[in-house]
């Protein structure tokens, strides 16, 4: 059995799993109720002469209503009424788009709500194609409680949030995209559901299991059939119905469930064949058996960014620890192996080891950013690198970003030097919003910069739509520099890097200075990719080698500077 709607000649099918429930009604907005039949699974099912834009919900015996957890649009929000939505009939302009190669990718993140929505996202592509980017991943866009959110408390995976536009818009919007040579990923959240607008646990109890103690509750229960169908026909969704390249799946290490994460991977891979997808993992647990091309292609690497972190800005708290000691030769592991952390034990996970060995995967398999949502706005105050770093160092880490071989990534407003914070926002009421409000300043208590409580009064508040405002990217200062240093830059990467990536190798790594470091590798023809890199304050002597740098910036072991060569 599958979840939601199916259209027909003769109407639409629904569909509910509510196995706590003996007695479900289909309530349809100016139309008649039809009493729903339920199997011995709890599935319960109504078939009504109805179509697409026809508003629906399902009443359950305590006359509670509760929208379609398998709606693919709201009308009202959340707790109002979801909405028939015909799947084909969208007309695609870029029919025969199959995708780009992995190696090709230089992506940017992107929250659709401060662009303004998907209407608006699909203005902003020509800007983002021409300056040499080859991917957008878009931010959680499936319906939310509220007006305003990043998208990981959402709760109707399957519904495009309606404060973003419709799904023919969103359809519209990757179709641009591909007219644009562009890949489209998304973002996707399996590891748990918001506080707002969730009613699965009114009739489906075995969606989580309580006892596995996840930060948001109870997990949820993947290993059961239609929960699984659930998340499962849900990126097939995003995949083939609005042919998004790829997806990257959300705190997995929170799903604890290795067999749901491969069976999704081989079932997508199948279903997909023919045409370039891609998967990307966060994965806290730095699960290197999940990178392979059968299954994942690459995660997000933390450790990256977290070891540059502490040397631009010399911060060492929280997790930053873990990164505190020798942060140079910690980012020679990490250029020359993937992961840093690869079983060694975490100072900020009390001791516990982390992560598996990674070598012998291709630098491929790994994201790497200087910035990204959370590593933005995850701050009290939202403050970007462009406000906490020197300007000469965040350069030279942007030529390494570019210019070596993981993948890169961007956050929306780095390649104009933007200095607007990215703020936690949320559009929540009431008890709910005192309690996300107070428990965000609770979580900065252990800072010494917040330890005052007056002090963390002034943390903006998530719900206050100022704080949404503030959080849309605006050109810095430098805007004009920082935007000619990244064309350049991936410039250089399509014509020098991309065509060489596949097959690299790390031929060795090692710390040269306090904060600098050589890193080389063997490209796919031959070519040795050679980057020294001084994010220290002293000078240091950078590698003797014949030929001129392809790139540098700042004198041959300056501070704050960077050289990068290609031996062919």
């Given at each position: 059995m599958t979840w939601g709607p199916t259209l027909s000649e003769d109407g639409t099918v629904f569909r509910l799993w509510a196995p706590d429930r003996n007695e479900v009604t289909l309530e349809i907005a100016d139309g008649d109720a039809v009493p729903m039949t339920r199997d011995p699974e709890g599935w319960f099912s109504a078939k009504a002469p109805v179509n697409p834009g026809t508003r629906y919900r399902f009443k359950l015996a305590d006359d509670l209503t509760v929208p379609d957890p398998a709606s693919r649009f709201q009308h009202g929000g959340v707790h109002g009424w979801s909405v028939v939505v015909d799947p084909d009939a969208y007309t695609w302009s870029t029919l025969d788009w199959r995708g780009r190669p992995w190696e090709e990718m230089v992506i940017q993140e992107v929250h659709v709500g401060t662009l303004g929505g998907f209407a608006s996202v699909a203005d902003h592509l020509p800007a983002i194609a021409e300056l040499g980017i080859t991917g957008i991943e878009l931010m959680p866009v499936n319906a939310f409680g509220g007006t305003r959110s990043w998208g990981y408390d959402g709760v109707l995976p399957y519904a495009p949030a309606e404060s973003y536009g419709t799904p023919d818009e969103l359809k519209a919007l990757v179709d641009r995209a591909h007219e644009l040579g562009l890949a489209v990923f998304l973002d996707v959240v399996y590891n748990h559901f918001g506080p707002d607008g969730n009613y699965l646990g009114a009739y489906a109890k075995g969606f989580f299991h309580p006892e596995v103690d996840t930060p948001w509750g109870g997990a949820v229960a993947v290993d059961q059939a239609p929960v699984h169908r659930y998340f499962v026909d849900n990126a097939l969704m995003w995949l083939n119905e609005y042919k998004f390249?790829?997806?990257?799946?959300?705190?997995?290490?929170?799903?604890?469930?290795?067999?749901?994460?491969?069976?999704?991977?081989?079932?997508?891979?199948?279903?997909?064949?023919?045409?370039?997808?891609?998967?990307?993992?966060?994965?806290?647990?730095?699960?290197?058996?999940?990178?392979?091309?059968?299954?994942?292609?690459?995660?997000?690497?933390?450790?990256?960014?977290?070891?540059?972190?502490?040397?631009?800005?010399?911060?060492?708290?929280?997790?930053?620890?873990?990164?505190?000691?020798?942060?140079?030769?910690?980012?020679?592991?990490?250029?020359g192996e993937g992961f840093i952390y690869q079983g060694e034990g975490s100072p900020n996970h009390d001791g516990k080891p982390r992560g598996k060995p990674s070598a012998h995967l291709s630098p491929t398999a790994f994201v790497a950013f200087l910035q990204n949502h959370d590593q933005i706005g995850n701050?009290?105050?939202?403050?970007?690198?462009?406000?906490?770093?020197?300007?000469?160092?965040?350069?030279?880490?942007?030529?390494?970003?570019?210019?070596?071989?993981?993948?890169?990534?961007?956050?929306?407003?780095?390649?104009?030097?933007?200095?607007?914070?990215?703020?936690?926002?949320?559009?929540?009421?009431?008890?709910?919003?005192?309690?996300?409000?107070?428990?965000?300043?609770?979580?900065?208590?252990?800072?010494?910069?917040?330890?005052?409580?007056?002090?963390?009064?002034?943390?903006?508040?998530?719900?206050?739509?100022?704080?949404?405002?503030?959080?849309?990217?605006h050109p810095g200062a430098d805007a004009a520099e920082w935007q000619d240093l990244y064309r350049t830059l991936l410039k250089i990467r399509h014509e020098q890097i991309i065509p060489r990536l596949r097959d690299t190798t790390a031929t060795g790594a090692e710390a040269i200075g306090k904060g600098a470091v050589v890193a080389r590798w063997k490209m796919g023809d031959g070519a040795i990719l050679t980057i020294a890199l001084n994010l220290g304050d002293d000078v240091v002597d950078f590698p003797a080698i014949e030929a001129s740098p392809i790139f540098a910036d700042g004198g041959p072991g300056e501070a704050a500077s960077v050289a990068v060569w290609l031996d062919r």
């Open positions: 390249d790829g997806l990257r799946f959300d705190a997995v290490h929170a799903i604890e469930n290795d067999a749901f994460l491969d069976a999704m991977a081989a079932e997508l891979r199948a279903k997909t064949a023919g045409r370039h997808v891609h998967l990307v993992l966060e994965n806290e647990g730095n699960d290197a058996d999940r990178l392979h091309p059968a299954a994942f292609d690459a995660q997000w690497n933390d450790d990256f960014h977290n070891v540059l972190h502490v040397l631009l800005t010399g911060e060492t708290s929280a997790y930053y620890a873990d990164f505190a000691d020798r942060p140079a030769e910690r980012l020679a592991r990490c250029l701050r009290a105050m939202g403050e970007r690198l462009t406000l906490l770093a020197d300007r000469r160092k965040l350069r030279a880490a942007t030529v390494l970003l570019l210019l070596g071989p993981q993948i890169p990534l961007l956050f929306i407003g780095d390649e104009h030097g933007s200095e607007s914070p990215f703020l936690f926002f949320t559009d929540f009421h009431d008890e709910l919003a005192d309690a996300v409000r107070e428990g965000r300043r609770k979580e900065f208590a252990k800072f010494a910069a917040f330890a005052d409580p007056e002090a963390r009064e002034a943390i903006p508040d998530p719900n206050a739509h100022e704080t949404f405002l503030q959080s849309r990217a």
